[in-house]
């Protein structure tokens, strides 16, 4: 089972830009479907955007043309990088992939 290890997120005015990252380290995540999801106050949590093996990606219909996913499969890393961030996007934020979770970033947009 993969140990997944979050870094970046913090805060930001609306508009900016935040980007996270999400490394695998145990078992490679080369071969599986990696996603993050975030999770607000008292809502439950939501697939925000996944990407395939091969590069596939799906994004919720609140993120798209903001959020970009990406992968780096020989560093067994996943990015998602965020635009035009709006306070909506504040949540915690969770990369998995397989029956794995990481720990969670916390990302807040506020003015």
């Known amino acids: 089972q993969a140990q997944l290890v979050q870094s970046g997120g913090g805060a930001v005015q609306p508009g900016g830009s935040l980007s996270l990252s999400c490394a695998a380290s145990?078992?490679?995540?080369?071969?599986?479907?990696v996603a993050w999801y975030r999770q607000a106050p008292g809502k439950q949590r939501e697939l925000v955007a996944q990407?395939?093996?091969?590069?596939?990606?799906n994004y919720a219909d609140s993120v798209k043309g903001r959020f970009t996913i990406a992968r780096d499969n020989a560093k067994d890393t996943v990015y998602l990088q965020m635009n035009s961030l709006k306070p909506e996007d504040t949540a915690v934020y969770y990369c998995?992939?397989?029956?794995?979770w990481g720990q969670g970033t916390q990302v807040t947009v506020s003015s």
């Open positions: 990407i395939s093996t091969g590069g596939n990606t």
């Open positions: 998995h992939a397989d029956t794995s």
């Open positions: 145990g078992t490679s995540i080369y071969f599986g479907l």
